[in-house]
Nanobody, 127 residues
Framework: QVQSAESGGGLVQAGDSLTLTCAASGRTDVPSTTGWFRQAPGKERTFVAAITSSGGNTYYSDAVKGRFTISRENARNTVSLQMNNLKPEDPAVYYC????????????????????WGQGTQVTVSS
């Protein structure tokens, strides 16, 4: 069974950096697209960033563009999310998931298209 596993969350101060990692287990192929989403208490799960299998296309939400960087290491089948200059509005549980097609700038943001969600990793930012 294919699963995603997120790691790297923790408690940091505003302005600090943190790197999250998504590892795919149960599969040998590289998913066409891997995305990161986040969900704050009482809110919907929203798109953060996505990257295609070649790593050539990356997409970001307006809220994190310029601060977060998504990258992948296909040899290890992992995707990382480097988060810089964390802000008080960034705390959430961060999830990764895969999408069977190469996404577009629009489809990358569609939560319903993703599968194999992980359990999430908590990011907390103190001000």
């Amino acid at each position: 069974q294919v699963q995603s596993a997120e790691s790297g969350g923790g408690l940091v101060q505003a302005g600090d950096s943190l790197t999250l990692t998504c590892a795919a287990s149960g599969r040998t192929d590289v998913p066409s697209t891997t995305g990161w989403f986040r969900q704050a208490p009482g809110k919907e799960r929203t798109f953060v960033a996505a990257i295609t299998s070649s790593g050539g296309n990356t997409y970001y939400s307006d809220a994190v563009k310029g601060r977060f960087t998504i990258s992948r290491e296909n040899a290890r089948n992992t995707v990382s999310l480097q988060m810089n200059n964390l802000k008080p509005e960034d705390p959430a549980v961060y999830y990764c998931a895969s999408y069977a097609s190469v996404c577009t700038a629009i489809s990358c943001r569609a939560r319903s298209l993703y599968r194999n969600w992980g359990q999430g990793t908590q990011v907390t930012v103190s001000s």
